[in-house]
């Protein structure tokens, strides 16, 4: 199993302003993700992040808006840019390792934007 | 494209078994998964089942797979009221087993005293 750690794990932040949200894993992962989670909502897939590459975004998700990295095996930033109230949610970091069927997430990062 | 459905509510009382339905359309997927989430907190593996069989029990937890009609249920029994929480149904996002998920609506599990 794969033990993940986010920060903040909430965070009440000014529209206009960008916040970076850490995910550790305690082990290396091959694979690395960050989910959405919109209130009410399930979980969207934001991209997966590729460690020493650009992250591959899904539909509806642009680099600008949601800049990624991945420096290494066990460690990703997700950074929420140029905030708006629509952007409050639920972030995620979520890992697995390719040929693994499990997927181990963070407990999420609660981010409020007023 | 890949979508997976479920049923938004579940109330039942303490003791009783609790039955959360998903669909899914992606035949292909080789495993399907349960996920629990808790007010506040991160989502948790409950349960898996791999799409070669049919059943899997787990202490309390069963899992029933039909792939002819594409559907997955998770039964709860003696539900206790620290089963309360949101129930997600999720299939793999496309072909390769890498951990990236497509989800459910998910259903929120209400258990009255």
């Known amino acids: 199993s794969a033990v993940i750690s986010q920060k903040p794990s909430r965070d009440i932040c000014q529209r206009g302003t960008s916040l970076t949200i850490q995910c550790q894993v305690d082990?290396?992962?091959?694979?690395m993700f960050w989910y959405r989670q919109q209130p009410g909502q399930s979980l969207t897939l934001i991209a997966t992040a590729n460690q020493g590459s650009e992250a591959t975004y899904e539909s509806g998700f642009v680099i600008d808006k949601f800049p990624i990295s991945r420096p290494n095996l066990t460690f990703s930033t997700l950074t929420v840019s140029n905030m708006s109230p629509e952007d409050s949610s639920i972030y995620l970091c979520?890992?697995?390792?390719?040929?693994?069927?499990?997927?181990?997430f963070g407990q999420g990062t609660r981010l409020t934007v007023v | 494209g890949e979508d997976v459905e479920q049923s938004l509510f579940l109330s039942v009382r303490e003791g009783d078994s609790s039955v959360i339905n998903c669909t899914y359309t992606?035949?292909?997927?080789?495993?399907l998964y349960w996920y629990k989430q808790e007010p506040g907190a991160g989502l948790q593996l409950l349960t898996y089942i791999f799409s070669n069989m049919d059943m899997k029990q787990d202490q309390r937890l069963t899992v029933l797979l039909n792939k002819k009609d594409k559907h997955l249920s998770l039964r709860i029994a003696d539900t206790q009221t620290g089963d309360s929480a949101i129930y997600f149904c999720?299939?793999?996002?496309?072909?390769?087993?890498?951990?990236?998920?497509?989800f459910g609506q998910g259903t929120t599990l209400q258990v009255k005293p």
């Open positions: 999720a299939e793999p996002h496309g072909s390769s087993n890498t951990g990236k998920l497509i």
């Open positions: 082990s290396q992962v091959t694979m």
């Open positions: 979520s890992a697995g390792r390719t040929g693994g069927f499990e997927a181990f």
């Open positions: 992606d035949s292909s997927s080789t495993y």
